[in-house]
């Protein structure tokens, strides 16, 4: 059973940066995508970022306008989400996934809060 944990999240000024983890137990995937989702109360879940294996080829939400970057590490099982000129409009719950190749099968962590305040 694979099981996500986030962390990371926290309180930074308009213009700061945050580094948020993901790490996966339970994770022996060779071929995978990985992703970083956010989600404001009320609204709906959309996608930040996104990292497969094994070309390692990477996705952005428009609104991420080269100010985040996804990578991983140990094989997969561990992605961060490197986040920086962080503004107010990415104030949100963070949420990581896991989907092996092929399957239609996501795991989720709990998600991390990310606010952005001055």
């Known amino acids: 059973q694979v099981q996500l944990v986030e962390s990371g999240g926290g309180l930074v000024q308009p213009g700061g940066s945050l580094r948020l983890t993901c790490t996966a137990s339970?994770?022996?995937?060779?071929?995978?995508?990985r992703k970083w989702y956010r989600q404001v109360s009320g609204r709906e879940r959309e996608l930040v970022a996104s990292?497969?294996?094994?070309?390692?080829?990477?996705t952005y939400g428009e609104f991420v306008k080269g100010r985040f970057t996804i990578s991983r590490a140990r094989a997969g099982a561990t992605v961060y989400l490197q986040m920086n000129s962080l503004q107010p409009e990415d104030t949100a719950v963070y949420y990581c996934?896991?989907?092996?190749?092929?399957?239609?099968?996501?795991?989720w962590g709990q998600g991390t809060q990310v606010t952005i305040s001055s």
């Open positions: 990292i497969t294996s094994p070309d390692g080829s990477k």
């Open positions: 339970g994770f022996t995937f060779s071929r995978y995508i």
């Open positions: 996934s896991a989907r092996q190749a092929y399957s239609s099968n996501d795991y």
